[in-house]
């Protein structure tokens, strides 16, 4: 089995720890992780790791994630999402479009974020979805997050049991910890009707899109992986080295750093293109932070 990563369409309904083990039965090895957590209720880009690029995955930057969402309006939840009991339902009837794109913008920017309690945050050292079971009171802290790009691409007023709603189809660009969810909840809150999140697709994490996606059922007709060195020579700045600095590289022996390199993960390649390891500057060299030739 080559080393690489394989980005997975997630399907509804499972969850990221049910894609990995589908996936280590397709190639046939115990070694394949994932980054990037996306819920059950989810579907879209999910980053796997195979072999050797499971070492790659905690050093991708992919802080830059896009989803397609749509968030309902007049209803809440207790998950923030449509995987929760509904706890409230007001009419959304005389929500307007402008009201919404009004009630965006304090949502989009760097803001500070309160997750959703229904999530895997821990809190003394219990994930909050436990202590909401548990039926404790509690509050999380606020966050700070980036939402680059907050866009409505359509409004619908759906007639609804228990009151009109308002299903707002929206783009989000925005830093990894933000919740789509919380957004919903947010923008819901603002505009008094309540909110909350009833399709989530993921179109992006870091470069990888949902062009390069491919589904379960298209994994197990024909598995392949996307080769560890385009997979690292798509995520990291790149450092082409000689013959003999690939053989000092090889020995683990730690190189003086180009001016170039900076102190961020940095792909070294050797002369032949083959992808060599993985290294950051640290006081004028090269420390290696994955070996992978």
């Given at each position: 089995m080559k080393d690489g990563l394989v980005i997975v369409d997630k399907p509804g309904g499972m969850?990221?720890?049910?894609?990995?083990?589908?996936?280590?039965?397709?190639?046939?090895t115990r070694r394949v992780g994932h980054a990037g957590t996306l819920d059950p209720?989810?579907?879209g880009v999910l980053v796997i790791g195979v072999e050797k690029a499971t070492r790659l995955l905690g050093h991708l930057a992919l802080t830059r994630k896009e989803y397609e969402a749509t968030i309902r309006?007049?209803?809440?939840?207790?998950?923030d999402d449509a995987e929760g009991e509904v706890t409230a339902s007001v009419s959304a009837d005389g929500v307007t479009?402008?009201?919404i794109d009004a009630g965006i913008v304090p949502l989009t920017g760097d803001i500070m974020q309160v997750p959703s309690k229904v999530s895997a945050i821990k809190v003394n050292g219990v994930r909050s979805y436990a202590r909401v079971r548990g039926g404790e009171d509690f509050e999380l802290p606020a966050r700070p997050v980036t939402v680059s790009a907050f866009a409505v691409r359509d409004v619908r007023h759906v007639r609804h049991d228990g009151g009109d709603v308002v299903d707002v189809d929206v783009t989000v660009e925005c830093s990894s910890g933000?919740?789509?969810?919380?957004?919903?909840?947010?923008?819901?809150a603002g505009l008094g009707v309540g909110g909350h999140l009833t399709a989530l697709r993921r179109t992006r994490v870091g470069p990888y899109g949902a062009d390069l996606a491919r589904t379960l059922e298209q994994l197990t007709e024909a598995?392949?992986?996307?080769?560890?060195?385009?997979?690292?020579?798509?995520?990291?700045?790149?450092?082409?080295?000689d013959d003999r600095q690939a053989r000092l590289l090889g020995n683990g022996v730690r190189l003086d750093a180009p001016p170039s390199l900076g102190a961020v993960p940095t792909a070294v390649f050797g002369p032949e293109g083959e992808f060599l390891a993985l290294v950051e500057a640290r006081e004028g060299q090269a420390r290696i932070l994955a070996n992978l030739g």
């Amino acid at each position: 089995m080559k080393d690489g990563l394989v980005i997975v369409d997630k399907p509804g309904g499972m969850t990221s720890h049910d894609v990995v083990a589908r996936l280590r039965r397709l190639a046939g090895t115990r070694r394949v992780g994932h980054a990037g957590t996306l819920d059950p209720m989810a579907t879209g880009v999910l980053v796997i790791g195979v072999e050797k690029a499971t070492r790659l995955l905690g050093h991708l930057a992919l802080t830059r994630k896009e989803y397609e969402a749509t968030i309902r309006l007049g209803q809440s939840t207790i998950t923030d999402d449509a995987e929760g009991e509904v706890t409230a339902s007001v009419s959304a009837d005389g929500v307007t479009r402008e009201a919404i794109d009004a009630g965006i913008v304090p949502l989009t920017g760097d803001i500070m974020q309160v997750p959703s309690k229904v999530s895997a945050i821990k809190v003394n050292g219990v994930r909050s979805y436990a202590r909401v079971r548990g039926g404790e009171d509690f509050e999380l802290p606020a966050r700070p997050v980036t939402v680059s790009a907050f866009a409505v691409r359509d409004v619908r007023h759906v007639r609804h049991d228990g009151g009109d709603v308002v299903d707002v189809d929206v783009t989000v660009e925005c830093s990894s910890g933000t919740y789509i969810r919380a957004l919903a909840r947010d923008l819901g809150a603002g505009l008094g009707v309540g909110g909350h999140l009833t399709a989530l697709r993921r179109t992006r994490v870091g470069p990888y899109g949902a062009d390069l996606a491919r589904t379960l059922e298209q994994l197990t007709e024909a598995f392949a992986v996307l080769p560890i060195a385009e997979a690292a020579a798509a995520a990291f700045p790149r450092w082409d080295v000689d013959d003999r600095q690939a053989r000092l590289l090889g020995n683990g022996v730690r190189l003086d750093a180009p001016p170039s390199l900076g102190a961020v993960p940095t792909a070294v390649f050797g002369p032949e293109g083959e992808f060599l390891a993985l290294v950051e500057a640290r006081e004028g060299q090269a420390r290696i932070l994955a070996n992978l030739g």
